[in-house]
């Protein structure tokens, strides 16, 4: 179903509830119980991760956020304006800011889950910048792109910020980027970032802040499953756990039970846990520049460009589509 509303957003929403749903019911009922990080991002999670990027201990949002700042000009001129930008897992819109101005694509297709937040964002950059056409999507950020008919023929740019691949395992990354690989073609581009394996105690403290917004982060997702599935699991009952596997380069974050318990799932039945027992919410894999560039090279994507800030915390990466 498409809106079009009296400014160049064209707002489109794929109805896919009965998937997410069956999507959380695995996750719930499997023998290592998950749930997958999008499902983080309803209106108050998103609201939630708005505050955890301004924390002092979250250090890759603003460390992206000058690297874009800092080389927007570099970055036009390596990627090439008027392009059609593509942003899944958009939330905010914020990031895009800093390179839209010198990028000037012709089309930036903001893709997210929460349709609301996204449309409200997507409205806002447009009074901001009226000269781009915007095409909200509210759907998953592996969706299939249903491009405008009038920029099909356009080259093609995903802009992935926010280390964002790094939710992914290995195999899972090189799946996405395989998807990136075949939305933009040959000779499209990836604008992407990706967080540096770093000191322990950096990461440890990013994902555990002293404010405890990360730990409301993570524990509101219980609050989204609630509401898609409508059922009653009792968000007391657990609390937040986010600690770096270092052997496997990564930060867990993980839901864990405080004691004993079982709660009702339709068409499920009982779900039990035990005391301690976990719910995987997240992993958050660390990159260096060569093993990332190695792993896009399985899709087919070759590494142009790399910034990286004076403290190597962080890096935003561009590859081209062979």
């Known amino acids: 179903m498409s809106q079009v509303l009296e400014t160049n957003v064209i707002n489109t929403v794929f109805d896919q509830s009965s998937v997410l749903k069956q999507e959380l019911l695995n996750g719930l009922c499997a023998e290592e119980k998950y749930i997958n990080p999008k499902f983080f991002y309803d209106e108050y999670g998103s609201q939630l991760f708005e505050r955890i990027m301004q924390l002092p201990e979250y250090y890759p949002t603003r460390t ?3 690297l874009l700042n800092q080389h927007s000009e570099e970055i036009a001129a390596t990627i090439g304006k008027d392009k059609v930008l593509i942003e899944p897992g958009a939330g905010n819109c914020e990031k895009v800011q800093y390179i839209l101005p010198t990028l000037k694509p012709k089309c930036y297709i903001p893709i997210d889950i929460s349709a609301d937040f996204l449309f409200e964002c997507a409205s806002k950059l447009q009074e901001k910048f009226p000269y781009i056409n915007i095409h909200a999507i509210a759907d998953d950020m592996k969706a299939k792109v249903d491009m405008p008919d009038a920029f099909k ?14 939710n992914y395992n290995p195999a899972e990354a090189l799946d996405f980027l395989k998807h990136a690989r075949e939305i933009v073609g040959k000779k499209g581009g990836l604008l992407i970032g990706v967080d540096l394996q770093k000191d322990k105690e950096i990461l440890d403290a990013a994902y555990n802040d002293e404010q405890g917004v990360t730990a409301l982060f993570n ?3 219980l609050n989204h499953v609630n509401k898609l599935l409508d059922s009653s699991i009792d968000v007391e009952l657990f609390e937040h756990v986010a600690f770096y596997n270092e052997e ?3 930060i867990e974050m993980h839901l864990e039970s405080k004691a004993e318990h079982d709660f009702s799932l339709d068409d499920v039945g009982q779900v039990s846990f035990s005391e301690q027992e976990r719910i995987h919410t997240e992993y958050s894999y660390k990159y260096t520049v060569d093993s990332f560039s190695q792993l896009a090279a399985q899709a087919d994507l070759k590494l142009e460009r790399v910034w990286i800030d004076d403290n190597e915390l962080f890096s935003v990466q561009y590859y081209v589509a062979q």
């Not at 740019?157 to 964002?164: A, C, E, M």
Request: hydrophobic fraction near 35%; glycine fraction near 8%.
């Open 64 to 66: 992206e956020i000058a």
């Open 248 to 250: 496997r380069c990564r």
């Open 153 to 166: 023929n356009k080259e093609k740019v995903i802009f992935y910020p926010g280390s964002t691949i790094g």
């Open 219 to 221: 524990l509101n997702v």
